[in-house]
Nanobody, 120 residues
Framework: QVQLVESGGGSVQPGGSLRLSCVVS????????MAWYRQDPGKERELVAS???????NTVGSVNGRFTISRDVAKNTMYLQMNSLKPEDTAVYYC??????????????WGQGTLVTVSS
């Protein structure tokens, strides 16, 4: 059973920083893509950043230059370093992983979400 456990959310003032973590456990053979999404109430879930199995990183839109995605392969952990936070970054942030199993099957999993609130 694959499990994703997120942590690091919370409340911060504009201009502040937070680091989100996503620990993945289970019988995984390899990671294809790992990503962070976010969702504001009443809006669609949107991609924030992703990192491929080969380590190629991508950040999207307004978070470019402020957010950095990274991973620790040995710890099966993904991070999202968020700097210069703005009120519009307020959302529930979700960890997303696309993994392959030893039998060759491939599946996508989601974390439970962690709330980030940016407010003065």
């Amino acid at each position: 059973q694959v499990q994703l456990v997120e942590s690091g959310g919370g409340s911060v003032q504009p201009g502040g920083s937070l680091r989100l973590s996503c620990v993945v456990s289970g019988p995984i053979w390899s990671f294809n893509t790992m990503a962070w999404y976010r969702q504001d109430p009443g809006k669609e879930r949107e991609l924030v950043a992703s990192i491929t199995g080969g380590g190629i990183r991508n950040t999207v839109g307004s978070v470019n230059g402020r957010f950095t995605i990274s991973r620790d392969v040995a710890k099966n952990t993904m991070y999202l370093q968020m700097n210069s936070l703005k009120p519009e970054d307020t959302a529930v942030y979700y960890c997303n992983v696309d993994v392959s199993f030893f039998n060759g099957q491939r599946q996508i999993f989601w974390g439970q979400g962690t709330l980030v609130t940016v407010s003065s």
